[in-house]
């Protein structure tokens, strides 16, 4: 039996028939992802907590939501949204912070269900690029009745 060589490569031994060392897979770039999916988590959970400092947190469940979500909705401009700058900034956390706090009132109590929903079918046109002043007013008048 002859003694068995040491190979200085950092590989095993290719199987026959091959033609060298494994090549390495390219690597996937998941840095934008990465960051776009921080970015959203930021300024959803900036908007709800800016909300939640500047409209009051004494209160908690589904009416103070509810109320939270109206008063971002009170200090809303829908034509900032989607300017740039420190503007457009506000009206986007006001406006998330209305989406989140209307959602979780009517979560908590049906009663709030129209409020959400009004919100949310505003949120679904901005999205799509129509006009939102009728809807957010809408909004703002089942605020008024709470």
């Known amino acids: 039996m ?36 921080a970015i959203g988590l930021l300024t959803g959970g ?12 004494a209160g908690s469940g589904p009416a103070s ?19 740039s700058g420190k503007e457009s900034e506000i009206a986007l956390n006001r406006w998330s912070g209305a989406v989140t706090l209307s959602a979780a009132a009517a979560a908590g109590d049906s009663e ?3 409020l959400a929903d009004a919100i949310m079918w505003a ?8 006009d939102v002043k009728k809807d957010v ?3 703002r008048s089942i605020c008024d009745d709470l």
């Open 137 to 139: 007013a809408k909004a």
């Open 112 to 114: 709030y269900k129209p």
């Open 65 to 83: 939501d509810a109320q939270g979500a109206c008063n971002a909705l009170a200090g809303f401009d829908d034509s900032k949204i989607t300017g």
């Open 2 to 37: 002859q003694p068995q060589e040491l190979s200085s490569a950092p590989f095993p031994p290719p199987p026959p028939g091959s033609s060298g060392p494994p090549v390495p897979l390219p690597r996937r770039r998941n840095g934008p992802l990465i960051a776009a999916l």
């Open 46 to 57: 900036g908007a709800v907590g800016a909300a939640w400092a500047l409209f009051g947190g």
């Open 123 to 130: 949120r679904q046109r901005q999205a799509n690029g129509y």
